[in-house]
């Protein structure tokens, strides 16, 4: 469906294994061929008739809630939909089994993510009416200009690019990552430890398979600094329970990146990476030698 309508995926030449659908009824053939869930789950069934397209696909989660929270099926019947309006069907087209009670859209006044596409696409709820008189926010989408990321993804990706290699990421406000052993084996890092305790773990982990080092970074803005320096004493766990078992002999450190403020300085001998908010990188003399040789690469490139 991607391929169909033109969406971009950077870096990915997706035809290399899938194909553009033809026609309305090529999708639709497709997808029915496609295995069905386990019983008692809503299946996502697209069935055409001569004046209009039905849909089925719960919308709500939990199933009980009648919110709009299922995010994989929110994203999922919104690009059938996209691809059944870019292909040329211009009548109606009825989401069913959505679970979306009317109470949440009213009380809501319009205002969800979910809603707007429906807008923009002219989809219907079956049972549900949606308030016309909502309207689209001229900016859903922003670049962050003020959270702590901004420092943990630049090192991130300052690192990744120039040969370090990330085994952990989970920057404020993203997706969860996986953790990597030193053969790409990805574990789900659990929420507690061995002993029952909540398992702390950095923002960004970094592997220099050079100098056999391990790099531990917590994200922090600058009005935070004091907590992040609590909070990076308490990495012994992942430390002996995962780091050290599938990072042999490696050495380990433990640092903060910190967004914020107009300081020119570092501001804690533990900082390893400080960006201000005027866009100034500082890096801590004392920083591993794989950082500093990226950022003097990054500076380069730039």
């Known amino acids: 469906m991607l391929l169909t309508i033109g969406a971009t995926i950077v870096g990915k ?4 294994w899938n194909r553009k659908f033809t026609n309305i009824d090529d999708l639709i053939s497709f997808k029915s061929s496609m295995r069905k869930p386990p019983a008692g789950n809503v299946p996502i069934e697209i069935t055409k008739f001569d004046d209009r397209i039905e849909i089925s696909g719960r919308l709500s989660k939990p199933a009980e809630s009648g919110n709009i929270g299922h995010d994989p099926n929110i994203g999922a019947l919104s690009i059938i939909s996209k691809t059944l309006r870019y292909l040329g069907w211009d009548k109606r087209i009825i989401l069913t089994k959505h679970g979306v009670s009317q ?3 009213t ?4 205002k969800n993510k979910f809603l707007y596409i429906c807008q923009m696409l002219n989809l219907e709820l079956e049972g549900i ?3 016309s008189e909502t309207s689209l926010p001229e900016n859903y989408w922003y670049y962050e200009t003020n959270s702590e990321k901004m420092a943990s993804i630049l090192l991130h990706l300052a690192g990744e690019y120039y040969g370090l290699k990330e085994i952990y990421q989970n920057h404020a406000g993203c997706e969860r990552g996986y953790f990597k052993t030193k053969e790409n084996k990805l574990l789900a890092l659990p929420k507690k430890d061995k002993n029952n305790i909540n398992l702390y773990i950095p923002d960004l982990i970094l592997f ?6 391990v790099t531990l970074v917590e994200g922090k803005q600058l ?3 004091a907590i992040g320096l609590e909070e990076i004493k308490n990495y ?10 599938y990072y042999k002999n490696a050495k380990i450190v433990r640092w903060l990146s910190i967004f914020g403020g107009i300081s020119n300085s570092i501001p804690h001998q533990k900082v390893l990476l400080y960006l201000n908010r005027n866009g100034n990188i500082k890096l801590n003399e004392n920083a591993p030698e794989s950082i500093k040789r990226a950022f003097a690469l990054l500076n380069q490139a730039s």
Request: hydrophobic share 20%; glycine share 6%; aromatic share 6%.
């Open 236 to 245: 012994d766990s992942i430390e002996k329970e995962f780091i050290s078992p």
């Open 107 to 110: 009380r809501t006044k319009g």
């Open 129 to 131: 009416e949606i308030p």
């Open 208 to 213: 220099d398979s050079q100098n056999n080092e």
């Open 13 to 16: 030449d997706c035809s290399e």
């Open 103 to 105: 109470g949440y859209v």
């Open 223 to 225: 009005s935070t600094l």
